[in-house]
Each structure stands twice: as C-alpha cells, then as structure tokens.
C-alpha cells in the first residue's frame, strides 16, 4: 500500500486525487492533507478518509474544523505545518497540488525528504526550476507530472533517447475567448473567463487558461522537467483537447497522447507509475475522437502566452516576477479591482519596473516575489481598471 499525502486537498487537483485513491482501493494511504482555509470541505475528507495528520494554514479555520469533527488526528497551523505535512517520515508520495507560489516551499522540502513528487503546481518549476530538478537529481528523487500536457509529454518520451527529438508541442484548448476578437476579449467579464469549454478548474487556472497564460507557463515547466531547450518547445491550439501533447521525431513522426478531458486519468497515472490500472473516468472509443483541429496560436490576441514565453528564456528571477504578477492581477480580477484588459499591461509593467537578476539562493526568489506583489498590488490601487 502507497502512503501518501497531498498538499492543496480542498482544489479540484486535490479532490480529484482523493476520489482516484477511492476507486483504487486498498492500493492508497491517505496519510496527511493539508490546505489553505477551507475547513467545511478539508471537514469532509478527515470523515471520510481519515488521515492521520492535518494542516490547515489558518489558524481560524483549523480551529472550526476542530469543533466540526474533533481531533482525532494530529493538526498543524500555519506555513509550517503544510512543510511539515509534506515532509512526514512514513510518506512514499506528496502530491503538490496548490496553485500559485504557495506551493514552492512545500515541493522543495518534500524533495529535501527525499519523497516522491506528483506536480501539479507549475509555478514551482517556474520560479526554481533549476534548483528544483538539480535538488532532485541531488536526492534521487523522481518528479511525476500530474498536468495533462507534462504527462502527455512524459508517456511520450518514456523509453525513448532524446537525441530522437526534434521538439516538443504542448496543446491549448484556446479557452472560451478562442473565436472573440481583441476587443471583445478585452471586455470579458469573470463569469465569461471561467466559462471553459473543456475543462473545470479553479478560478485562477480557468482564468489563466483564458489569457493563454497558463500555457506559457507550461512551456517553461517543461523546459525543465524535460530539459528540453526553448526552441524545441511548440505550442499549439487544439479546441477539442484531445491530444493532450505530442512530441516530434528527428524523421518527422508525431507521436502523441489522446485520452478524454479528465484530470482523473493523468492524476492516476502519476499515482500509480510506472503501472496502469483501469480508470473510470469517461470513456471515448476511436470514431468518437473525430474533427480535431490544430490552429496557431494568435498572440496579438493572447498576449500573455508571448510575454510569459519571454520570460522564461531571460531566465532568472524573471519568471518569478512575471508568475507572481500574474497571481495578484487575477486575483484582483477575481475581485472586480481589476479590468481583463489590464491582466497582460500588469505583467509587462512588473516586468519593465522590477530588476530580474540572477538566483543565487532560494530566499532570492522569495525576496523577489515580495517585491513584486507589493510593485503589483500598488499598481493596481493607483487606477488600473
């Protein structure tokens, strides 16, 4: 039995991951959960799946958690004590599944652990990717791609030797705004952002998903999961999300992932590597994967795709700056303190007005995302709407 804990419980990533663990029972341990504040949710799975250790970050919430369903289980409050959940002794796996820069410190010790780490918090990679996969080289330790196009990737490369590649193609759905012009993008309200047509996600994927900045950020996830160059990573739109990513031979053979638009299959595979075991996610048969489209990306349209891209090959701390602009700006949409419009006018401005300098330490980046929220969120109270 695999005993496993999984930062980010109460997302959508997380709860999909309890519900696989579910399906495959007897083959998981859901030994410690941890989340930011949401106890009403965080207070059903300690019912149903009893873990043995839960960290709430607010120290609010752990304590109406308490009062719900009592403590039978060791409880934790703060940064540290998610640190602490994705550092437990017994544990075989931490699934990172939080979204922002919050899951940067959990992913970095859990490697330091020396655990086995199931990613589905991209921003980690993007902010320390070097660090990050040099520590896990140092420790031995294996990064699973829970992103269905990292795992796409992943399945497609397995096996292979890289000298075969000539590039990578990470897919994009195109989002809800795929067939609107600028100008009506430009006035998209928070219900059209969220609005996927493929996908359910949390706010701040789905709204990433609609600038197209999610991919960029994708693209530099994959730089360093794979260690793959920037010139040999594509990007394309493919509405259907079908084929979750393909890769390209040195002879011209595209090889590719097609599943349905289901979280559950990448998450279960990253569960249960190097294995495969049924899924009961929605199923497709081969005559029903018809009409599927590949379209080049518009950046006139998108322009976050192309200034996240950019970021990524100055390297540095500027993927730090333009990663954690993006998260206060979407939030401030979220909150109605922000226009969609100035969503990408937010990114090039941190990126123009803070310096990205080199990472010489992990507390560099932690600095730099200070800087840059304070920078960010004083932009946006001088008149940004």
């Excluded at 941890?34 to 304590?63: F, G, H, L, T």
């Excluded at 507390?363 to 840059?372: A, Y």
Aim: charged share 25%.
């Amino acid at each position: 039995m695999k005993r496993i804990c999984i930062i980010g419980s109460t997302g959508s990533i997380g709860r999909t991951t309890l519900q696989v663990t579910k399906w495959l029972s007897g083959m998981f341990k859901v030994v410690g959960l941890a989340c930011n504040r949401n106890w009403m949710i965080m207070a059903e799975q300690v019912i149903e799946y009893a873990p043995e250790v839960v960290a709430i970050r607010d120290k609010e919430a752990s304590e109406k958690l308490v009062k719900l369903v009592g403590e039978d289980f060791k409880l934790m409050t703060g940064d540290e004590g998610i640190i602490e959940v994705a550092t437990l002794p017994d544990v075989d796996l931490v699934v990172i599944a939080v979204v922002g820069s919050a899951g940067l410190r959990p992913t970095i010790e859990a490697i330091k652990a020396g655990k086995t780490v199931a990613l589905a918090n991209k921003e980690s990679l993007v902010m320390a990717g070097d660090i990050i996969m040099e520590l896990a080289e140092e420790r031995g330790v294996r990064i699973l791609p829970v992103d269905s196009e990292h795992s796409a990737i992943f399945q497609c490369l397995e096996g292979r030797d890289i000298g075969e590649l000539d590039k990578i193609v990470l897919t994009a759905s195109g989002g809800p705004f795929l067939n609107l012009s600028k100008n009506e993008i430009e006035k998209a309200t928070l219900e059209n952002a969220l609005n996927h047509p493929q996908w359910r996600m949390g706010k701040k994927v789905s709204i990433d998903s609609a600038t197209l900045f999610n991919k960029g950020l994708e693209v530099i996830e994959a730089h360093h999961l794979f260690g793959i160059p920037y010139e040999k990573i594509d990007v394309v739109i493919h509405p259907q999300s079908i084929v979750h990513s393909l890769i390209k031979l040195v002879d011209s053979s595209y090889i590719a992932q097609l599943a349905p638009s289901d979280m559950a299959i990448p998450i279960q595979y990253a569960l249960t590597y190097p294995q495969r075991y049924e899924s009961r996610s929605a199923d497709y048969e081969m005559y029903e994967f018809n009409n599927l489209e590949f379209i080049k990306p518009d950046t006139e349209k998108f322009p976050c795709l192309e200034i996240a891209i950019e970021a990524g090959k100055q390297g540095g701390l500027c993927p730090t700056v333009v990663s954690v602009a993006d998260e206060v700006a979407v939030n401030a949409f979220i909150e109605d303190k922000l226009g969609f419009r100035y969503i990408p006018i937010v990114l090039e401005k941190a990126i123009e007005n803070i310096e990205c300098g080199r990472i010489t330490d992990i507390l560099d980046i932690f600095e730099k995302e200070e800087e840059t929220r304070n920078f960010v969120t004083s932009l946006i109270k001088g008149g940004l709407k």
